[in-house]
């Protein structure tokens, strides 16, 4: 993201939050540049955490944000770049410096969350301790505090297989924070539990995370997950990173089809002159703030009026377009409209029911200017 | 064995068993049934000839005795050495890369295959007065391992190594070793791993190993005899004393012991089978 931040564009609040602050600056936690070869898969993401921090890893499965995981925890050797941890080396592959896992100050959640089978819940949160050189009684005492902290103090002699889903995962939490480190790295923390548990879980991990002084690193597929935990968004496809910021900034200007639909817009690349965009398939939106040069145009699903026939007013922008398929969206019914540009349209069941909305059906599509957001489409990374 | 289950037959159908025996194609029952036989009949035969009535006074005879306890005591210490040397073997072949590795587990099987009669002269040849080693041990410490207790020991690990270490290497390529990734993690060394994950984890794979391991040792005959030689109270166990009672005519002793053997090994076996072999 080297962007100028546009607020005229959005009018919203973007905190001035560039994906790679100043090396100069001392407050970063982590610095890493990760760079893993796996023959036909080549990770290579650059990331930076500050002190308090959380920041959520963010792609599709198979973008490579495990690995990255693995490698900031040691289980995955650097093909090159670097790891540095408040000032130390941990990992450059080129001055050939590597710290095992054990020596790093950087915890897991794993996703499955690996409780040792044979320990109960007191012993494996004091499993950490133990090895940090802590006696016996000692380690029991920070365990037994940990687990008081995650609400399962009732719970110390639990094996972890007589213990929930939801337990298991705060156990897991416990174990990894009882020996402070300085990283917490946390692996979809939330994916295999139910709806319900989920809900209550992820406030309650909220409030770990921000009790948490050191940095941490969520890595998820769930957009929902990153944008209550983390301060800033990192985004993963294939290995890169294709956009960063904070949540705002993000789904007020997504920059690849995979963030648009994670955030749920609309989202067209094209030329703009002025308040029209040309988009790449010949389609020109038009557009309430001007724009120059290659840019980004979206907008809500909300945003698209259907009609059956073509609509008279003024500053829309219309265009007849087919009706492909129909689903449940929340309250309401999300149709996808194919045509000279392809669409996400959000209605009402009464509308539908008023359009006789069945694949296939010709339609009118309108978006008013004032619905759209422009942007440029200046960043580097993309 | 009343019911053949194929496996295939509709729900409905389950009731009616002469049909599903009717299904199991004639020649692969005849074989099977007749397998079964041919393995059981042998232990029938011998049970048949327990001379029953004299059986308390056999059993406690000194030399019995003295055979039983010199094969429980040498079986058990080789399956000390073979956990002593054999786990940490498994765990090198399952969780370290290292070239040749899959050399070092062809080598590994080669006293699983090799005829025992044959790893006895081996063993003669490394280890004897004479051989490779054992001449170094005789000059340097004037130890000699064949024709003693201890050569029994070393006989019977020979053959039961690669019967623990095949078990374990399974055992730790079934535990998965993310449990370990975990552990390093918070800190542990991979030492620390090994004694408080690793082991825990496949703790129940071991004590399968080490059953096998020991019962192998316990029946062990030809590298014992060529290497150890056959010396009541020293080194005959008792595979050897059955061989020697049958072979001066006194079948019954030999079928005494035999039993005692029998008896051993099915309750092996079915501690085997309850405690570990059915466990997850």
Redesign the interface.
């Known amino acids: 993201m080297t962007g100028e931040p546009d607020r005229a564009v959005t009018g919203e609040p973007d905190r001035a939050v560039t994906g790679h602050p100043d090396p100069a600056v001392p407050d970063r936690l982590l610095d890493a540049h990760l760079v893993v070869d796996r023959g036909t898969f080549r990770l290579d993401v650059e990331l930076s955490i500050r002190p308090g921090e959380t920041v959520a890893l963010l792609g599709p499965n198979g973008a490579g944000k495990t690995t990255a995981l693995r490698a900031l ?3 995955t050797q650097l093909s090159a770049g670097h790891l540095t941890l408040r000032g130390h080396d941990l990992d450059r592959p080129e001055k050939r410096i590597w710290t ?5 100050s ?3 959640v ?1 996703q499955d969350y ?1 409780l ?3 320990l109960n819940a007191r012993d494996n949160v004091a ?2 301790p133990r ?2 050189g802590v006696d016996r009684r000692a380690a029991h005492v920070i365990a037994d505090r940990w687990l008081d902290r995650v609400g399962l103090a009732d719970f110390t002699r639990r094996k972890p297989r007589q213990l929930s889903g939801g337990q298991a995962q705060r156990v897991a939490l416990a ?2 924070l009882a ?1 402070e480190p300085e990283l917490l790295l946390l692996d979809e923390p939330l994916a295999a539990l139910d709806a319900r548990t989920r809900l209550e879980t992820r406030a309650e991990l909220h409030r770990h995370l921000t009790a948490h002084t050191g940095a941490a690193l969520l890595v998820t597929h769930d957009p929902l997950d990153a944008l209550v935990l983390a301060d800033r968004l990192v985004i993963v496809e294939q290995g890169r990173v294709v956009q960063e910021g904070d949540a705002a900034t993000i789904t007020a200007r997504p920059r690849t089809d995979y963030v648009a639909q994670l955030v749920g817009l609309n989202l067209y690349r094209g030329k703009g002159s002025g308040t029209a965009v040309v988009l790449v398939g010949g389609f020109t939106l038009t557009t309430a703030e001007p724009v120059q040069g290659n840019a980004f145009v979206a907008f809500r699903p909300s945003a698209v009026a259907l009609f059956a026939r073509r609509p008279d007013g003024s500053p829309r922008n219309t265009w007849p377009a087919i009706l492909r398929d129909i689903q449940r969206h929340g309250d309401n019914l999300r149709v996808r409209l194919d045509g000279p540009i392809t669409v996400a349209a959000d209605i009402t069941p009464a509308a539908a029911a008023h359009l006789d909305l069945v694949p296939g059906r010709e339609l009118w599509a309108a978006v008013k200017a004032t619905e759209t957001r422009a942007y440029p489409d200046t960043a580097g990374r993309s | 064995m009343t019911r053949l289950d194929t496996g295939v037959a509709p729900p409905a159908a389950t009731s009616r068993r002469p049909a599903h025996t009717a299904r199991v194609p004639l020649p692969l029952l005849l074989p099977a049934l007749l397998g079964l036989v041919f393995l059981i009949l042998p232990v029938i035969g011998l049970l048949a000839r327990v001379p029953w009535a004299t059986l308390p006074q056999r059993l406690t005879s000194s030399e019995v005795l003295e055979a039983l306890r010199l094969s429980v005591l040498t079986a058990t210490l080789a399956t000390l050495g073979c956990l002593v040397l054999g786990v940490p073997l498994a765990w090198m072949l399952s969780r370290v890369t290292f070239p040749g590795r899959r050399f070092v587990r062809a080598l590994i099987t080669v006293p699983l295959v090799l005829p025992p009669v044959v790893g006895g002269i081996a063993l003669l040849l490394a280890l004897g007065r004479r051989g490779l080693v054992g001449q170094w041990l005789d000059t340097n410490f004037g130890f000699t391992l064949p024709f003693t207790t201890a050569g029994v020991v070393v006989a019977e690990s020979f053959v039961a190594l690669p019967f623990l270490v095949i078990s374990v290497e399974g055992a730790l390529r079934g535990a ?1 070793a ?2 370990e ?9 991979r030492w ?1 791993t090994f004694t ?2 690793t082991l ?2 496949v703790g129940p794979g071991i004590a399968a190993g080490a059953v096998l391991c020991w019962a192998r040792a316990l029946g062990e005959f030809g590298a014992t005899i060529t290497f150890a030689g056959n010396f009541p109270g020293i080194t005959q166990t008792m595979p050897l004393a059955v061989y020697q009672t049958m072979e001066s005519g006194d079948l019954e002793g030999a079928v005494v012991l035999s039993l005692i053997l029998l008896v051993v090994s099915v309750t092996v076996l079915a501690a085997l089978r309850d405690r570990w072999l059915t466990a997850p």
């Not at chain 1, 095992?100 to 790093?104: F, L, Y």
């Not at chain 2, 990734?181 to 060394?189: K, Y």
Request: proline share 8%; charged share 20%; net charge positive.
């Open positions: 925890a040691g289980l095992p896992a054990e020596k790093r950087i915890g897991v794993f690996l040792f089978p044979h499993f950490g090895r940090h174990r990894a020996v | 998965d993310r449990y990734e975990a552990a390093a993690t918070l800190g542990a060394s620390t408080h994950v825990p984890l």
